[in-house]
């Protein structure tokens, strides 16, 4: 069969998950090559941001999807750590109902690649504890 026939079966639906599909396996391809060549974590985390990733049945920007999570992280926004944790975890939890490529690229997009989300609930922990001290000159009471 022909391309011109081909592309006849196809419906509007199928030619735009075509698209996406081809724009995330270009992002896949661009951040296997920029690693490979030992590009600068910025560099990856651009490159991250401008790809495509599968979420919720269409095809979104990586670099979209990031900032409305980090928007969506409210309830803990006075302390950085605890948003960053709040952020992180969100990350993650999308990331498992994802391709493993697609979550890679989305940790990349939002540079928690390399973090362990153990420690950054230390930190949130730590940090919290410290404000609760620094505000109420007391440690915090966990039988609250």
């Given at each position: ?7 006849n ?5 199928d ?51 990031v ?23 969100k ?21 928690f ?23 109420y000159g ?7």
């Open positions: 069969m022909d391309d011109d026939k081909m592309q079966l196809l419906t509007k639906e030619r735009e998950w075509l698209n996406g599909l081809g724009l995330n396996l270009t992002t896949w391809r661009e951040l296997t090559c920029a690693k490979l060549k030992g590009v600068a974590s910025s560099q990856l985390r651009n490159t991250a941001r401008d790809g495509c990733v599968y979420r919720g049945g269409a095809w979104v920007n990586a670099g979209a999807l900032d409305e999570v980090s928007q969506s992280i409210t309830w803990n926004a006075q302390v950085y750590e605890a948003w960053a944790y709040g952020f992180a975890s990350i993650h939890a999308i990331g498992v109902t994802m391709s493993s490529f697609d979550a890679e690229i989305l940790l990349i997009a939002s540079g690649e390399h973090e362990d989300l153990n420690e950054l609930s230390r930190a949130s922990s730590e940090a919290v504890a410290e404000a609760y001290h620094d505000l007391e440690e915090v009471d966990d039988d609250y």
